[in-house]
């Protein structure tokens, strides 16, 4: 069993006979193939995987979360975005090629070419296959809504006591609606 500090390597197959549970967090710059992700290198990975044997075929697995948050380029503003990326992790292991061909549909394979395997390979892998294929600002910080201060003017004390005062919103939403 592992908590907090995640392992450098994991033993797959043994961790799966045993039902074991990879849990912790690391950062992005522990992953080298998210290093593209300049303003992301300090962010937390939050990992949670539990490895086990599948009841049905006995087929050695490993399932559940790797999750971050990614500065990404908003496609419609080119402003930065924060992107919350959370792996939905559901894999078999697999030893060979041929196991591969023949795996349950339900599972993607993970090749385990080594008995200890880099669990940080596992990880990039899983978060760049969940990254969303296009970042957007749910609201882009160039379309304010009406009323609101235009940038540069209101300092940041204010738009943030805008945001916790629920009444102040609503005052905003009335003024606009006139
Ligand atoms: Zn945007």
């Known amino acids: 069993m592992f908590s907090g500090q995640l392992p450098h ?13 990879i849990s912790g967090q ?16 300090s962010q937390p990975v939050q990992v949670a995987l539990t490895f086990e044997r599948d009841a049905d075929e006995g087929q050695r697995i490993v399932h559940g979360t790797v999750s971050t948050e990614l500065v ?8 930065p975005v924060s992107c919350v990326v959370t792996a939905q992790v559901h894999l078999a292991l697999v030893w060979s090629e041929d196991e591969i061909q023949a795996l349950p549909e339900r599972y993607d394979p993970w090749l385990v070419t080594e ?4 669990l940080a390979t596992l990880l990039e892998e899983e978060l760049l296959l969940a990254l ?3 970042a957007t600002h749910e609201q ?16 940041d004390e204010t738009s943030a006591e805008k945001a916790d005062n629920p009444f102040a919103v609503l005052a905003s939403l009335k003024g606009s609606q006139k």
Not at 9 to 21: I, S
Not at 72 to 79: G, K, N, V
């Open 9 to 21: 390597y994991v033993e797959p197959r043994k961790l799966a006979d045993q039902g074991g549970l």
């Open 26 to 41: 690391t950062t992005v710059s522990a992953l080298p193939r998210l290093s593209e992700f300049e303003h992301s290198q």
């Open 140 to 155: 882009c910080p160039t379309r304010l809504p009406e009323g609101a201060e235009p940038e540069g003017g209101a300092s």
């Open 72 to 79: 990404m380029t908003c496609q419609r503003c080119l402003e």
């Open 115 to 118: 008995e200890k395997m880099p």
């Open 132 to 134: 969303p294929l296009v």
